[in-house]
């Protein structure tokens, strides 16, 4: 069984930078794809970035060039680099993990909340202006 918690949210001005990190227990998460999503209040969850097992990087046209995501296979974690932050980044982000997938994954699959089994609790990241 994996399990997924996420660490690094907080309160931060617009124009600064947090770096979240989720560490995954159990199964190898180089075994799967890696996704981060968010959920602001009053809105649906929406798909933030995603790392698939080929080491390719998929992100949402919103968070394009301010944000990266990578991951550190040696110590099971997936972080997500933020900068740039605006209001309208204030949200949850969840970390994800699909089952276990072929090398390469497309958008289609990465961006869809159906194609991820496995979720953390989220963490909080306000922006202020």
């Known amino acids: 069984q994996v399990h997924l918690l996420e660490s690094g949210g907080g309160l931060v001005q617009a124009g600064g930078s947090l770096r979240l990190s989720c560490a995954a227990s159990?199964?190898?998460?180089?075994?799967?794809?890696m996704g981060w999503f968010r959920q602001a209040p009053g809105k649906e969850r929406e798909f933030v970035a995603a790392?698939?097992?080929?080491?390719?990087?998929y992100y949402a046209d919103s968070v394009k060039g301010r944000f990266t995501i990578a991951r550190d296979i040696a110590k099971n974690t997936v972080s997500l680099q933020m900068s740039s932050l605006r209001p309208d980044d204030t949200a949850v982000y969840y970390c994800?993990?699909?089952?276990?997938?072929?090398?390469?994954?497309?958008?289609?699959?990465?961006?869809?909340?159906?194609?991820?089994?496995?979720w953390g609790q989220g963490t909080q990241v306000t922006v202020s202006s």
């Open positions: 994800a993990r699909t089952p276990r997938t072929a090398f390469y994954a497309t958008m289609h699959y990465v961006s869809h909340q159906a194609s991820y089994e496995t």
């Open positions: 159990g199964r190898r998460f180089s075994e799967a794809v």
């Open positions: 790392i698939d097992r080929s080491g390719g990087l």
